[in-house]
């Protein structure tokens, strides 16, 4: 998507679900290309943008040395980053108990609730579809949602595959809100390398993810004609 049809988009994103009484948001993708974690951000900061008070929860695989992240308020308050007046980013570690908390699927709803006194809404930033070794398993954790959005890129996946990736998420019992479709017509050059090196995931299931992170580190790569 390109700037604005991004903002345009998380804007309905917001306006549909928390707009209409959800708290906890789970974003994801079809696909790794599909440009999940840029929306996740994108809808938090349309809600920043709407003078709400937002935090945007990422889980990460480095273990934060002797960094702690507990479930409760005063803990997540004290380690998430205030980006603006309003929005604020967390990125949990792996091992913390936070972490654990975002695969459990049966406390995590609860545990989100609580946080009602410091945050309008919550956006979790989950892992796409088709990554090898996810910081955190996206159908537990998005089970805990009021609601899911998908990003996808709109002729990239066949129905059947579509299909897949819908039954992946329906596993644990989280039901999808919404698709929200990725521009078709215009992918970055980055989009479609990462798209291409997808048809070696037979033969190096990790290669794609490999690619995708090499290609974040070149704007150039990224940039919408």
């Known amino acids: 998507m390109n700037k604005d049809s991004l903002a345009l988009a998380a804007q309905r994103a917001y306006s549909a679900t928390v707009g209409r009484g959800a708290m906890a948001i ?4 079809t696909s790794i290309e599909a440009g999940s974690s840029e929306f996740a951000k994108a809808v938090a900061r349309a809600g ?13 695989h480095g273990t934060g040395g002797n960094y702690h992240c507990e479930a409760d308020l005063e803990s997540v308050m004290s380690r ?11 990125e949990v570690p792996h091992g913390t108990s936070l972490h654990s908390m975002l695969n459990d699927s ?3 709803s609860a545990v989100l609730s609580g946080w009602a006194e410091a945050f309008d809404a919550i956006i979790i930033d989950c892992p796409p579809y088709g990554v090898v070794s996810p910081a955190i398993y996206t159908p537990l954790t998005a089970s805990a949602a009021d609601a ?5 890129m709109p002729g990239t996946l066949p129905t059947k595959e579509f299909d897949e990736v819908c039954q ?3 596993e644990s019992g989280a039901e999808l809100s919404a698709l929200v479709l ?6 970055t050059l980055g989009q479609e390398i990462i798209r291409e090196a997808g048809r070696l995931r037979r033969f190096w299931p990790r290669f794609p993810e490999i690619i995708a992170r090499q290609i974040g580190r070149y704007p150039l ?3 919408y004609n």
């Not at 789970?26 to 993708?29: C, E, K, S």
């Not at 920043?48 to 990460?60: C, I, P, Q, T, Y």
């Not at 899911?148 to 996808?152: E, G, N, P």
Request: without cysteine; hydrophobic residues 55%; charged residues 20%.
């Open 148 to 152: 899911v959005l998908m990003v996808a």
């Open 168 to 170: 992946w998420l329906a």
């Open 48 to 60: 920043s943008d709407f003078g709400k008070r937002v935090l945007l929860l990422k889980a990460g």
């Open 106 to 108: 049966m406390h995590l």
């Open 221 to 223: 790569l990224n940039r």
């Open 182 to 187: 990725n521009d078709q017509f215009n992918p």
């Open 80 to 90: 998430a980053i205030r980006e603006t007046e309003f929005l604020s980013v967390l």
């Open 26 to 29: 789970a974003v994801t993708g």
